[in-house]
Each structure stands twice: as C-alpha cells, then as structure tokens.
C-alpha cells in the first residue's frame, strides 16, 4: 500500500485580477516537500503575481493557497516562517554589509536585537561567510 504524501505547497484555483486585467488565472499545483520547484514563462505571465500571492504581498481574488494542508488563503503571512523564496535579483541593501543585511531581515521578521545578531553570525558560520560578513554586499559576487 502506497503512503499518502502531503504537499508542501498546494494550489488550486488561484486567481488574480487587477481591475480589468486577468493576471492569474486559475492557477493549479502541488509542490512536495524536498522539491525543487520553478515558474517559467513569459513577461506577463503570471509569475510575479503567483509568487506574490503564496508570500502574501499580493491577496487573490480567488482559490486556495495550502502549506502542509493548512489553509492559509486568507493570512499567508502566518506561513512565511514556511517558506524561503530566491529571487532572480537581489533586495539587499548594496551599502549595507553581510552581517547588517542579515541582521536587517531579521528585523522585519521582528526578532529582538540580540537573537537576530546571534542568528545572523550563526548563519555566516555554517556558510562559511564569516571571513565576509564585514564587505559592503554591493562588492559580492554574484556568480
């Protein structure tokens, strides 16, 4: 007998309409734990709009957004300590360094001063980053 297995991620039905603008229509899939999952597309596709919706910057007009089979379509942000997202472009602060970025995140996730430094050295250890957490992230390589 084969286990059922629970998807990280699944969405059903995502829609998104800005006025008269379909955006996202309808949009369907599951996402499994340990899987590595991408949107490809087009400019205008959609992709943005999808990521926005399961991160909670954006609310969909209508569907489901579940993280391990919770609901979660009405208050995403009660899941982002879910979920980690990559951007294909950086929104860290170039005049700010490793350290101070990692430690500004924290900030907006609204840990205390002390465990966000704590986590944030942590981080660049078990990276192997130390030796760089004191650049300017404006001088890091990219590739």
């Known amino acids: 007998m084969e286990a059922t297995v629970t998807?990280?991620?699944a969405v059903d039905g995502l829609t998104k309409r800005y006025s008269d603008v379909l955006a996202v229509d309808g949009v369907a899939f599951d996402v499994r734990e340990a899987e590595v999952f991408g949107f490809l597309g087009p400019n205008g596709a959609g992709k943005t709009t999808t990521i926005n919706m399961l991160t909670g910057l954006a609310r969909p007009n209508a569907g489901t957004i579940r993280f391990?089979?919770?609901?979660?379509?009405t208050d995403v942000k009660k899941a982002q300590h879910l979920?980690?997202?990559?951007?294909d472009e950086?929104?860290?602060?170039?005049e700010l360094d490793g350290f101070e970025n990692l430690c500004f995140?924290?900030?907006?996730?609204?840990?205390?001063?002390?465990?966000?430094?704590?986590?944030?050295?942590?981080?660049?250890?078990?990276?192997?980053?130390?030796?760089?957490?004191?650049r300017r992230f404006g001088g890091y390589s990219r590739a």
């Not at 391990?68 to 379509?73: G, H, K, L, V």
């Open 105 to 134: 995140c924290a900030a907006l996730y609204g840990m205390a001063r002390r465990e966000r430094e704590e986590r944030a050295r942590e981080l660049l250890e078990a990276f192997g980053l130390s030796q760089a957490a004191r």
């Open 83 to 87: 979920m980690g997202i990559v951007p």
């Open 7 to 9: 998807a990280a991620v």
């Open 90 to 94: 950086s929104n860290l602060w170039p």
């Open 68 to 73: 391990f089979d919770r609901d979660y379509t």
